[in-house]
């Protein structure tokens, strides 16, 4: 495996662990490192740094933002959020990862693409849930504010330094894995 290969994967995991967080806003950051050429896609996703990709991806990115400002409408939005989280996780490791084979790459792109931004997504679904239920949605736009924040930082890492983006995830998923081991119920 070549290190252009490694940095790749580490470009998707990034991306799609910011899918967990904000669906449409690591699929616009790409659209926007492809448009600009910071990075080059595989050839049957090149589309994504097309200018019509990039406008629509721009627009859903600033709609799925501002929507989850608006209590119980960001409830709403989690529960189709985690499926579609899922898919673009995979399809962001898919677009991304250079020189493996096919069957490689989608069981990559399906476990740590799909898989990482669902995880992400369902403990943040659970999360502003809570938010909701304790504050009756008030503290929700604090939470967003987080989430969208942490997308930011998230995917600009995984853009211009893929290893620094990988380590933010792994710390990421630990604080997660943390707070769940904290919330279980003792045997």
Do not use: C, H, Q
């Not at 924040?149 to 943390?178: C, K």
């Amino acid at each position: 495996m070549t290190t252009e290969t490694v940095i790749s994967i580490f470009l998707g995991i990034g991306l799609a662990a910011s899918t967990g967080f904000r669906v449409f806003l690591p699929l616009f950051a790409l659209s926007l490192a492809a448009y600009f050429g910071v990075w080059d896609l595989n050839e049957n996703w090149a589309w994504i740094g097309s200018l019509a990709a990039l406008l629509t991806l721009g627009i859903a990115t600033l709609a799925e933002i501002f929507a989850y400002f608006i209590p119980w409408v960001d409830n709403a939005l989690d529960s189709l959020a985690i499926p579609l989280a899922a898919i673009a996780g995979t399809a962001v490791m898919v677009s991304t990862i250079a020189d493996l084979d096919p069957v490689v790459t989608w069981s990559l792109a399906i476990i740590a693409g799909g898989g990482t931004a669902t995880a992400i997504k369902g403990a943040n679904a659970a999360g502003r849930l809570t938010s909701t239920a304790t504050t009756g949605g008030i503290a929700n736009p604090v939470v967003s504010t987080v989430e969208t924040g942490t997308a930011v930082a998230v995917s600009t890492a995984s853009i211009f330094a893929p290893v620094l983006g990988v380590v933010l995830v792994i710390i990421i998923l630990i604080f997660i894995f943390s707070i769940y081991r904290k919330l279980r119920p003792r045997r």
